[in-house]
């Protein structure tokens, strides 16, 4: 049995290994609420985060190329927000950011931080259940 269980109350961390502190959150539909917050001391504008959680099929290698373009509105390029479900803002060591959005339907969404170079390690799947 897995200890990992569905909650709407989710916490995640970044740090400046440029790493989150997990691959895996689940939730269960409906109202979700998603903080994050980073753990290490660089500057956002060195070792930036951000989580956006995008919608299925969308092309990831491509939303990151378009990101690094979107310095100005936090790394989400403005051309891809169909892809977008809900993004926190870019947050720098030692801040967080807590957003509230709503996933109606079940599956699987995938996660990264958008900043430039990091969506390679900086991902992982939302299950929502």
């Not at 269980?5 to 689940?26: G, V, W």
């Not at 990091?118 to 259940?129: A, D, F």
């Amino acid at each position: 049995e897995t200890t990992e269980t569905a909650s709407n109350e989710l916490h995640i961390e970044s740090n400046d290994q440029m790493q989150y502190n997990t691959t895996e959150l689940k939730a269960t539909t409906g109202k979700i609420s998603l903080m994050l917050h980073h753990t290490g001391k660089m500057e956002k504008n060195v070792m930036g985060h951000n989580l956006v959680i995008l919608k299925p099929g969308t092309d990831i290698a491509a939303f990151a190329t378009k990101a690094i373009d979107a310095k100005d509105t936090d790394y989400i390029p403005a051309s891809e927000n169909a892809s977008i479900i809900a993004h926190t803002k870019l947050i720098g060591g030692g801040e967080s950011d807590t957003i509230e959005f709503t996933i109606d339907e079940k599956g699987t969404y995938d996660f990264i931080c958008s900043f430039p170079g990091h969506s390679s390690m900086m991902k992982g799947k939302l299950i929502v259940e």
